[in-house]
């Protein structure tokens, strides 16, 4: 007997949650943004729209096609650690701004919509860890689902990205205070940049044994 819909509904969901909260480049980009109010719901939305299009990909059997190709692997594996290396390095860079959030409405007209977008895509779509989770990850567990079932749990995965996304986006708000000392953004950036390197020497590891 097949089991209820609701059910793979939240199954979907704790599988989704249980992948994406976690201290990642992704993630750590959102959390500043937050931080920061700028351009909250265009990263939000954003960072959940890539998910469910990786998502919907899985599902349909990409994840397959990726692990039978190894070039597409080492691509997105050396591709994504550059990425990272870069980005790591203008966290570095930001910590000795000594920067606050008094100055944050000359901040806003600063960081234009389109450096923004750039950002979200390449923390999302340029590590090959993303494609791991959601799309290799996700579309094999997805596949022991019959039909509807697998569109339920599909739609739960989407709904813990949804969720976490916008709640790390307008949640990140809250800690504001703390971040009007120049000290607490020189943590922030420090740790932002070691978890991007951290993540970049991993993908160099696995590119060099690919």
Same mark, same amino acid.
């Given at each position: ?9 939240? /199954? ?9 909260? %976690?201290?990642? #480049?992704?993630? %750590?980009? !959102? ?9 909250l719901?265009?990263?939000? =939305?954003? &960072?959940?729209? &890539? ?8 599902? %349909?059997?990409?994840?397959?096609? *990726? ?8 691509? #997105? ?13 203008? =966290?570095?860079? =930001? +910590?000795f ?9 000359t901040e ?10 750039? +950002? *979200?895509?390449? @923390? ?6 993303v ?8 579309? =094999?567990?997805g596949?022991?689902?019959?039909? /509807?079932?697998?569109?339920? @749990? ?21 800690? %504001? ?9 020189? !943590?922030?950036? *420090?740790?932002?940049? &070691? ?8 993908? *160099? ?6």
């Open positions: 007997m097949p089991q209820p819909l609701y059910l793979s509904l939240v /199954q979907g969901f704790a599988l989704g949650a249980s992948l994406i909260i %976690a201290i990642g #480049a992704q993630n %750590a980009f !959102v959390l500043r943004q937050g931080l920061k109010k700028q351009h719901f265009l990263v939000a =939305s954003l &960072c959940t729209l &890539c998910d469910i299009i990786l998502i919907i990909l899985g599902i %349909a059997g990409l994840g397959t096609l *990726i692990t039978a190709i190894p070039a597409l692997t080492l691509i #997105a594996t050396w591709g994504g650690a550059l990425f990272l290396i870069v980005y790591g390095l203008r =966290s570095f860079r =930001s +910590a701004k000594h920067e606050t959030l008094t100055t944050q409405e806003q007209k600063n960081v234009r919509k389109r450096d923004t977008v750039l +950002a *979200i895509l390449g @923390f999302s779509l340029l590590n090959p860890h494609y791991l989770d959601t799309v290799v990850l996700i579309g =094999s567990i596949a022991h689902y019959h039909a /509807q079932a697998r569109i339920f @749990f599909a739609l739960g995965t989407m709904l813990a990205s949804l969720l976490w996304f916008f709640s790390l986006a307008y949640g990140a708000g809250k800690l %504001a205070p703390l971040f009007r000392h120049s000290r607490a953004w020189q !943590v922030l950036d *420090i740790l932002i940049g &070691c978890v991007m390197w951290i993540i970049a020497g991993t993908l *160099i590891n696995s590119g060099l044994h690919i």
